[in-house]
Nanobody, 126 residues
Framework: QVQLVESGGGLVQAGGSLRLSCTAS????????MGWFRQPPGKEREFVSA????????FYVNSVKGRFTISRDNAKNTVYLQMSSLKPEDTAVYYC???????????????????WGQGTQVTVSS
């Protein structure tokens, strides 16, 4: 069983920055593709970013490219999402997810991820 715990959410003004963290409960975290998703108010959950087990491969949804950076520290079993130039439309509950299959594909599909955190709220005021 993999437990994921997110932190770092909060209220920030437009143009500001936040860094989200997600810590996993397992040592073999370093073998997993990790992803970040978000669910805006009243909308479906959507993909934000994914990172390969080594950190060398990253993938972003177009709306966050150039503003968000995903990274990981396998020694700390932690994946990060650095968010800059935040916009009100970035307001959402942000979830991290682990893909425990042997595939190295950086999927943007929810169904490809096996474990999810509880989410952390990010609110961007205008």
């Amino acid at each position: 069983q993999v437990q994921l715990v997110e932190s770092g959410g909060g209220l920030v003004q437009a143009g500001g920055s936040l860094r989200l963290s997600c810590t996993a409960s397992v040592r073999i975290f370093s073998r997993y593709v990790m992803g970040w998703f978000r669910q805006p108010p009243g909308k479906e959950r959507e993909f934000v970013s994914a990172i390969s087990w080594s950190g060398a491969g990253v993938f972003y949804v177009n709306s966050v490219k150039g503003r968000f950076t995903i990274s990981r520290d396998n020694a700390k079993n932690t994946v990060y999402l650095q968010m800059s130039s935040l916009k009100p439309e970035d307001t959402a509950v942000y979830y991290c997810a682990a893909r425990t299959s042997t595939s190295t594909f950086l999927s943007g599909k929810e169904a490809d991820y096996d474990y999810w955190g509880q989410g952390t709220q990010v609110t961007v005021s205008s």
